[in-house]
């Protein structure tokens, strides 16, 4: 028997995936780290949090398996990250992760010195501080001390297969949430580096998601819980990672990723350029294909903070239950889900979370209706540019937030598509991860052999009156945001 491992190293935590190589899950344990939320949208990680996370979930993982039988291992990992390090791999100040948005002056300058629709043309994403360029320019601006000691920035998970291997690389698709990779010609951007004076050599070497980085040394062998000579592949970013989890391994194959962020994606021949630039584009994992996404900042992070303030800790089940007794519109009350400002489709740093239309009569089950709705209105606008290029009839989907049936029933009657749930909702980017790490070590024909690994635990299909009915809330839902933008400017100021 042949082992394949995945780590998904995300926000609150790393998973540790077995597979084997028929596509099997043999066991997966998670360790978890915290977040320094603070300055109202600033994110931070310890990144030694996520090698000691790495190194136990191994270690728990192997307990009662060969480890000379894993064939490979690879990483699905955060994206958007800047950590930086020196020589050896040292990290020298927190990581500032994807969520955080403090560099909006560095996203100005940007915009002030390259046109945003070549920015965008170049790199498949429009100018923002959500990305790790940008985040590497405050660094410079504001720790000169630290920015000249740095060696490399690195994404997340690039930085823990440094610890692994002593390699400085990334792969394409991580590459991709730089804002500074040429999504056409696979290489860093020397036009965008030196509009943002950030010299080439800062930026590890970048190669494709199935790349054997190296193997794991003998010296950090018993601290990591590998064998010596355990090939240590690239992976890519969650995003991408998901991708193919989900099966949107071949044209036109669409999914929605529901967790702490969210998003919708499908694999293409081709990059999809919005004219309003409003989603984005990754080099998917499958090598030649490209994944269009559109991405949300707080979907399942919009519902656990309804679950700490206004459920005071109630389990997710009973939430589920006490939604589903509300209404179609949740009795006149709307939820615009920005407790992290927002990515896609907004693209506004400043955007504020809101309860919208509340009354006496308005309930606990009412108030987390509109949560969801609130999130997946805002999910449907990128769907529906999507839908300007491609027919959208079904849609595979994954993450924590689709496990409750009511979720699911809204997602099928907001979006008007069929809405498929896989069977391991929390393993999709695992799955990607270790598809990656059989083709990269040779054990795995091609991504096709995702087909091994998934199975459809549940179908919906949409009732077309109650899409209908959400037209016009979704007309007000949209109508609200904008009415909002001068209070989210003057808000940001506090």
């Known amino acids: 028997m042949k082992y394949l491992i995945a780590h998904d190293l995300g926000t609150s935590g790393n998973k540790a995936t077995l597979f084997t190589t028929d596509g099997e899950l043999v066991s997966s344990v998670t360790c978890s780290y915290g977040t320094n939320f603070f300055n109202g949208n600033w994110a931070e990680q310890n990144p030694e949090d996520w090698w000691r996370a790495v190194c136990e979930s191994n270690q728990i993982l192997l307990q009662n398996v060969d480890k000379k039988a894993v064939a490979g291992l690879a990483f699905s990992g955060q994206m958007m990250g800047c950590v930086l390090v020196d020589k050896n791999h040292r990290p020298l100040r927190q990581a500032i992760i994807w969520a955080d948005q403090r560099s909006t002056e560095q996203e100005q300058r940007l915009r002030d010195r390259i046109d945003e629709e070549r920015f965008y043309r170049i790199v498949g994403h429009k100018i923002s501080a959500s990305y790790s360029i940008e ?7 504001h720790e000169p001390e630290v920015y000249q000691a740095a060696y490399q920035m690195l994404n997340p998970k690039d930085y823990v297969i440094g610890r692994l291997t002593g390699a400085f690389a990334t792969d394409y698709s991580d590459a991709c949430g730089t804002n500074c990779f040429d999504l056409n010609a696979l290489d860093w951007s020397d036009e965008i580096l030196q509009a943002a004076n950030i010299p080439r050599e800062m930026l590890p070497d970048a190669y494709p998601s199935t790349h054997v980085a190296g193997e794991v040394t003998a010296s950090i062998a018993a601290e990591c819980g590998l064998a010596t000579g355990t090939p240590i592949i690239l992976g890519g970013g969650d995003g991408v990672c998901a991708s193919v989890g989900a099966g949107s391994v071949r044209e036109g194959l669409t999914y929605n990723y529901l967790g702490s962020s969210a998003w919708i994606a499908l694999c293409s021949e081709k990059p999809i350029y919005d004219n309003q630039l409003r989603t984005f584009n990754f080099a998917h994992m499958v090598p030649g294909m490209y994944s269009p996404t559109g991405s949300m900042q707080a979907a ?3 519902y656990s903070f309804a679950k700490n303030v206004l459920c005071d800790g109630l389990a997710y089940d009973l939430m589920n239950e006490a939604m589903a007794q509300s209404t179609l519109g949740a009795n006149g009350l709307l939820f615009l889900p920005y407790l992290l400002g927002e990515r896609s489709p907004r693209w506004n740093s400043n955007a504020r979370g809101a309860f919208i239309g509340l009354k006496m009569e308005h309930t606990r089950g009412d108030m987390l209706r509109a949560t969801v709705e609130g999130i997946l ?5 990128i769907l529906d540019i999507f839908r300007g290029h491609v027919p959208i009839g079904e849609m595979n989907i994954i ?3 689709a496990k409750g049936g009511p979720v699911r029933r809204l997602l099928a009657d907001i979006y008007g598509v069929r809405a498929v749930k896989l069977a391991h909702l929390d393993e999709a980017t695992s799955m990607g991860a270790a598809v990656a790490a059989g083709v990269g070590a040779g054990v795995l024909p091609s991504f ?10 549940d179908v919906i299909e949409p009732d077309l009156a109650a899409h209908g009915a959400y037209g016009p809330l979704r007309e007000v839902f949209d109508e609200s945001y904008f009415a909002l933008l001068n209070v989210y400017d003057k808000l940001a100021k506090f």
């Open 300 to 302: 399942g992070n919009s």
């Open 135 to 141: 985040k590497l320019m405050w660094v410079r601006d």
């Open 448 to 457: 096709d052999a995702i087909d091994r690994f998934i199975r459809v635990d």
């Open 377 to 381: 209105m805002n999910m449907a606008i």
């Open 399 to 401: 993450g924590g937030l």
